[in-house]
């Protein structure tokens, strides 16, 4: 679904990425993982075409980014940030809307989806009307995800999506995602520096350090068998990770809802 | 299925709400640019009879009502455009056609507006004692340079405004002193001359060189100082226009030019060679009737015995032609003030639409392209600089006098608050929000109309607001170059030191620029305020 070929990225001196080579599979959901600078956020927006790469290609579902427009690739990616990137100026029904008007589709359609998407994401229809101003950090994440799920993406990349919330949110977001994407089957690229957050939310784990993959795999792979002396480290910084690999939410059934 | 049915009943509207910022303000543009034209329109309504110019000081405006009275006499039509500014606006103006006659003076024409002429100047200069103006130049050679330019004297009115020394008649008395040159054979006598005249190559330099009076004693001295100077002993002698008020009233002696040293500035009808011929007909019936003691004497009514020019001027086409009286026509208060408002407001929306359609787009290519931003801003900055007066003058040659460079010289005077207030907005939006918009994949349009430029929307309304408000104050200064509004009681005010009239202009402007800043906060509140801004419109 989203593969990246040999990309290569600096910004000045600092090189973001080396020669990436990395294949994100369909349906499944792949977990970003690395420390602040590693270059993940980097792969996101390199996907919808935000950064050009200096060298290598990005290919979408086949399609290189960037080839054709970059209006119809984004269209097909829904792409979330750690702040959620709501425009101020628009009620929540007007954020998560907005591109589905632009693109005229009719009232019904419209209501349709808008309902569809307040129930996906657990979230009241009395919020419709609240500015992003008046909503928690959790439920702007939650607005956030369905102007990203409006279209019905085949591609889900969400950059740090519970980063700017508090544990107990996160948490609970944190379950509801997983059951989220239990539910919509769609190619997920998650970004995190929290390799319990990768764990719960994430079918392989994909650790960067300094524009290069240092290891890929499934968690247990990488708690039992860090193949390099900074895999080894930066499991051990991250306490409790292991506790999750017997916890609850990770056995919750990838056909739930 | 509650929400649902909501979302259904909120649906898609047929205008995306977000659109709202955008067409307010094309709104507020095309309203202002409609009401401007509307306005623009009445004011310009009355152009098509003869237009008489004057210069912004008392006896040109008088001579000004003058004509245009003795044209209508005749049954011609014409409007006064009354103390549009100095000579050189005056000028331009007649030889472009805005202006059809106006009252001047002959060592103005031949020293300000003419030029040297080539052959004459050197020799001129050369002679001891002669007349210093370099550009004094026979008739027939004057007559053949204004032909040249389209332009014709009709008629020399029949008295003379040109400096003249005075002093108190008991010390001129005292000391034997009648003529110019009687002042060389009394050494040490003091002097106090005006500013201008101690400069001027025509006045004290010349003066002093060709009567020999390098004796005395010579002070810079504000004219209006002048006479209570002479009458506490501070000095003899100064110097006066030969129509001032003081001279009818016989509180000071004039001294006789005997040397013949100041140039001559007798007051002609300059009019345009292609008018028809019974303007120039008209005109020629007003030579010869005023002379100095008249126009002295029509100064000072207006000066000291506070009649407005248009009764005094009335007075004496009455006088001279017989005939009923013709009263001017009473101009009462509201009824100016409403023709100053029209005046004002046709002048501040026409050029505040234009710089809204120019200034945004320009904001909106000076935001996206930095190297262009500078390009930009860096000229509006350089627009912002020049001295509004300067910038007005700057547009006669190009735009003629009136409505239409004033507004201009306005447009270019908004349009750097709304270009700036449009970029910076657009800059200041967030890097999140920007690329979030980008992500969507809405199109670059779609991108600045729903998200971007109700972003900067504030900063937008700032501009405008400022622009506004600056060119309020800044239009009363167009009714020196004839474009009427609250500038025009203002000029006459300060014109003839009446504070009252000064008031009449300058508050209403101050309201005016009050309402317009009242109007864009009730806007701003009502726009900006995301509740209403958002929610309002289902």
Redesign the interface.
């Known amino acids: 679904m989203l593969r990246y070929e040999a990309v290569t990225k600096r910004f000045g001196p600092v090189l973001a990425l080396d020669a990436i080579t990395l294949e994100c599979a369909s349906g499944r959901t792949t977990a970003l993982l690395g420390p602040s600078g590693c270059g993940k956020s980097t792969l996101l927006?390199l996907a919808?075409g935000?950064v050009r790469p200096d060298a290598g290609l990005i290919k979408v579902d086949g399609g290189t980014v960037g080839a054709a427009s970059?209006?119809?690739?984004?269209?097909r990616?829904g792409?979330v940030?750690q702040?959620g990137?709501?425009?101020?100026?628009?009620?929540v029904?007007?954020n998560v809307?907005?591109?589905?008007?632009?693109l005229g589709?009719?009232?019904?359609r419209?209501?349709?989806r808008?309902?569809e998407l307040?129930?996906l994401v657990k979230l009241?229809?009395l919020v419709?009307?609240r500015?992003p101003?008046e909503l928690s950090g959790g439920q702007r994440q939650r607005v956030s995800l369905m102007?990203a799920l409006m279209?019905d993406p085949e591609l889900l990349l969400l950059d740090e999506p519970l980063g700017a919330l508090d544990p107990m949110i996160r948490h609970e977001l944190q379950h509801d995602l997983k059951e989220l994407f239990a539910r919509l089957r769609r190619t997920v690229v998650l970004v995190t520096h929290d390799i319990a957050e990768a764990g719960v939310l994430g079918d392989e784990l994909v650790l960067l350090r300094a524009g290069r993959i240092e290891q890929q795999g499934s968690l247990e792979e990488l708690l039992d068998r860090p193949t390099s002396a900074f895999a080894r480290e930066f499991v051990a910084s991250q306490r409790g990770a292991r506790e999750l690999l017997d916890a609850p939410l990770r056995a919750l059934p990838r056909t739930g809802g | 299925m509650?929400?649902?049915?909501?979302?259904?009943a909120?649906?898609?509207e047929v205008l995306?709400?977000?659109a709202g910022a955008l067409m307010f303000v094309a709104g507020l543009a095309v309203v202002l640019a409609a009401l401007g034209t509307a306005c623009a329109y009445r004011a310009a309504a009355a152009t098509s009879p003869v237009v008489v110019g004057s210069k912004a000081f008392t006896e040109s405006v008088i001579l000004g009502e003058i004509v245009t009275r003795t044209l209508e006499r005749e049954g011609i039509p014409a409007v006064h455009r009354r103390a549009l500014g100095g000579s050189r606006v005056l000028f331009d103006a007649l030889r472009a056609g805005e202006v059809d006659v106006y009252p001047e003076y002959t060592g103005t024409l031949d020293e300000e507006l003419l030029g040297s002429p080539p052959a004459q100047a050197a020799s001129d200069a050369a002679r001891p004692g002669a007349r210093s103006g370099a550009g004094a130049r026979t008739g027939p050679a004057r007559a053949a340079e204004l032909h040249r330019l389209g332009l014709t004297i009709a008629a020399r009115l029949g008295f003379e405004d040109r400096y003249v020394l005075g002093m108190l008649p008991g010390t001129a008395r005292r000391l034997g002193i009648r003529r110019i040159s009687d002042l060389a054979r009394v050494p040490g006598l003091r002097f106090g001359f005006s500013n201008e005249f101690i400069n001027r190559a025509d006045g004290w330099p010349g003066l002093e060189r060709a009567y020999g009076l390098h004796e005395q004693n010579v002070q810079g001295l504000d004219h209006e100082l002048a006479y209570r100077a002479l009458e506490q002993g501070d000095i003899e002698v100064t110097d006066l226009y030969s129509t001032d008020p003081e001279i009818v009233r016989d509180r000071l002696t004039v001294l006789e030019d005997d040397r013949g040293f100041f140039p001559d500035y007798s007051a002609i009808l300059l009019v345009r060679t292609d008018a028809p011929t019974q303007v120039h007909q008209a005109l020629a019936r007003l030579a010869g009737r005023i002379d100095t003691r008249t126009m002295a004497r029509m100064n000072e009514r207006v000066l000291i015995g506070h009649l407005s020019e248009s009764q005094v001027a009335a007075q004496f086409v009455e006088q001279l032609f017989g005939g009923p009286l013709q009263q001017p026509s009473p101009r009462t208060w509201p009824h100016e003030l409403g023709e100053y408002t029209v005046e004002q407001l046709a002048l501040t929306c026409a050029s505040l639409a234009a710089a809204i359609l120019i200034g945004l787009p320009l904001g909106i290519v000076a935001a996206r392209r930095p190297a262009l931003a500078r390009l930009v801003l860096g000229a509006a900055g350089v627009v912002q600089t020049i001295p509004s007066l300067a910038l007005l003058v700057f547009m006669i040659p190009l735009l003629g006098i009136g409505f239409a460079p004033a507004a201009f010289a306005l447009f270019l005077y908004s349009l750097l608050p709304i270009i700036r207030g449009t970029s910076a907005g657009l800059l200041d939006i967030p890097r999140?929000?920007a690329?979030?918009?980008?992500?969507?994949?809405?199109?670059d349009w779609?991108r600045l109309r729903?998200?971007e430029l109700?972003?900067a929307?504030r900063s937008i309304l700032a501009g405008i607001k400022t622009a506004a408000v600056i060119n309020i104050g800044t239009a009363t200064l167009g009714a020196l170059i004839g474009a009427g509004g609250y500038g025009q009681p203002i000029l006459t005010g300060i014109r003839l030191n009446d504070v009252s009239l000064i008031l009449e202009g300058a508050v209403p402007a101050a309201l005016l620029a009050l309402a317009v800043q009242a109007l864009f906060d009730g806007i701003e509140r009502l726009l900006l305020n995301?509740?209403t801004?958002?929610?309002s419109k289902r």
């Open positions: 927006r919808v935000l970059l209006e119809g690739l984004r269209r990616i792409y940030i702040e990137g709501l425009f101020p100026h628009l009620d029904h007007g809307t907005l591109l589905a008007r632009h589709w009719d009232r019904a419209i209501g349709a808008y309902g307040l129930e009241p229809a419709s009307r500015l101003d102007r279209l | 509650r929400p649902f049915a909501r979302s259904r909120r649906g898609a995306p709400r977000r999140p929000l690329e979030s918009a980008a992500a969507l994949g809405l199109s779609a729903l998200v109700p972003l929307a995301p509740s801004f958002s929610r």
